[in-house]
């Protein structure tokens, strides 16, 4: 009998646009399947994956960079193939948020060439966009521009933060990169699932190229931990004076009010009410400026919260 091709799904986006939001959707959506996720994430510390763990689900995180870089595509592949021998329905894939998949079917020929060609059946390449940020960001990042070239599937997300018009300015930007893309405009990561059912890939009309991602364009990053509880607006103040140096911020603290989710894009804060018996609080930052970060966290934490807290 011959056995069913896995469903395989990449998904991409800019960071904070909400892929793993749209991921623990999507397993909901698909709570009576076998599903199987690899989360890639640029720090050391995984932090999303502790989002999407449940019963059931094969989670492995592939952290330290891009799955597309050379640094850790061997990595990738080998996991997928891994994979390939479990009894799972789906697989996605959540890239990092600077991630290029640019050389996806460079990757894709070499886990059929390791585990068969009929291992997995690619369904197409997801990427979420950030309503609130998209326009000013793809001004400044190729990787923003990459995702939405290799993408089968679009989703705008936040769209309740922004108007109308600026909606619409998205689409006709994304339509300028790729004219074939499927859009949906979205508010916390909710969709019509009906793309499940859907071949995305069918209207192949780019070639693969050599990533942008490499191990001398990858960003630094840093997780900061500390123990006991500091005061949301202490926190508050800290990011404020450090986010214009990082790309992203995200973790778990615990604040004054318990222990919160935190998400930190382009200046904008988010706290989430989160349960956690961790024994401390870790953040991680993404850096723009390389090493010189170190500086302006020590610095603002010493000067804004003021307790002890180790930086790696």
């Known amino acids: ?32 399947k076998k599903i199987g996720i690899i989360m ?26 891009s799955i597309f870089c050379s640094c850790l595509k061997i990595s990738f592949v080998q996991a997928m193939v891994d994979l390939a021998s479990h009894d799972i329905e789906y697989l996605f ?3 990092s948020g600077l991630a290029d998949p640019s050389n996806i079917d460079e990757i894709l020929d070499a886990v059929r060439r390791l585990s068969g060609e009929d291992s997995y059946d690619y369904r197409g390449a997801i990427c979420i966009v950030d309503g609130r940020n998209f326009l000013e960001q793809i001004e400044d990042l190729e990787t923003i521009k990459r995702q939405a070239l290799y993408s089968n599937y679009v989703v705008i997300n936040k769209v309740d933060l922004i108007d109308s018009a600026t909606v619409e300015a998205i689409k006709e930007k994304i339509r300028e990169i790729n004219p074939y893309v499927k859009i949906e405009e979205s508010s916390f990561g909710k969709v019509n699932y009906e793309f499940l059912q859907e071949d995305l890939v069918k209207e192949k009309w780019v070639e693969s190229q050599d990533t942008t991602n490499t191990t001398e364009n990858k960003p630094r990053t840093f997780t900061l931990r500390y123990n006991g509880a500091i005061e949301k607006a202490k926190l508050t103040d800290f990011l404020n004076a450090v986010s214009p ?36 609080s870790s953040l991680v930052f993404i850096s723009k400026i390389d090493m010189a970060i170190i500086k302006e966290i020590a610095s603002s934490w010493e000067k804004i919260v003021g307790i002890e807290m180790k930086l790696r």
């Open 245 to 280: 140096h990082a790309f992203r911020i995200k973790g778990f603290s615990k604040l004054d009010d318990g222990w919160n989710q935190v998400d930190v894009v382009n200046k904008k804060i988010d706290y989430k009410e989160f349960e956690s018996d961790a024994p401390d």
């Open 93 to 95: 894939v959540e890239s």
């Open 40 to 65: 890639n994430e640029f720090g050391k510390t995984g932090v999303d994956g502790t989002l999407v763990e449940k019963e059931g689900v094969m989670l492995t995180e592939i952290n330290r960079g």
């Open 1 to 32: 009998m011959k056995k069913t091709s896995k469903k395989l799904y990449l998904l991409t986006g800019f960071l904070g646009a909400g892929k793993t939001t749209f991921l623990k959707n999507v397993m909901t959506n698909l709570e009576d």
